[in-house]
Nanobody, 129 residues
Framework: QVQLVESGGGLVQAGGSLRLSCATS????????MGWYRQAPGKQRELVAV???????NYADGVKGRFTISIDHAKNTVYLQMNRLKPEDTAVYYC???????????????????????WGQGTQVTVSS
């Protein structure tokens, strides 16, 4: 059973930094993508940053230049380095991971693989002004 375990949230003053971690427990074959989302009170969950398994990254406009996402493939862990934090960054941050299985093949030459989508439990980030 695969689980995502997040850590690193907390309370920080505006202008400060935090580093979130999301570790994968259990066996996986391949990372398709890992990312971070956040949800502030009364708002919908939104994408913060995502990285493909190959290293291509995408960021929400409001965090570009301040946040950096990275994946440690040896540990199957994704990080979010958050610098110059603002009060509007306050939210519960959720880790998301998309994994793929090894490819299977039947005697007729057909092959397939499975994709899995997992979410972490969320970690609170609070930025005081």
């Amino acid at each position: 059973q695969v689980q995502l375990v997040e850590s690193g949230g907390g309370l920080v003053q505006a202008g400060g930094s935090l580093r979130l971690s999301c570790a994968t427990s259990g066996s996986i074959f391949s990372i398709k993508a890992m990312g971070w989302y956040r949800q502030a009170p009364g708002k919908q969950r939104e994408l913060v940053a995502v990285s493909s398994g190959g290293g291509r990254t995408n960021y929400a406009d409001g965090v570009k230049g301040r946040f950096t996402i990275s994946i440690d493939h040896a540990k199957n862990t994704v990080y979010l380095q958050m610098n110059r934090l603002k009060p509007e960054d306050t939210a519960v941050y959720y880790c998301n991971a998309q994994f793929t299985s090894a490819r299977s093949q039947d005697g007729g030459g057909r092959s397939w693989y499975y994709e899995y989508d997992y979410w972490g439990q969320g970690t609170q980030v609070t930025v005081s002004s």
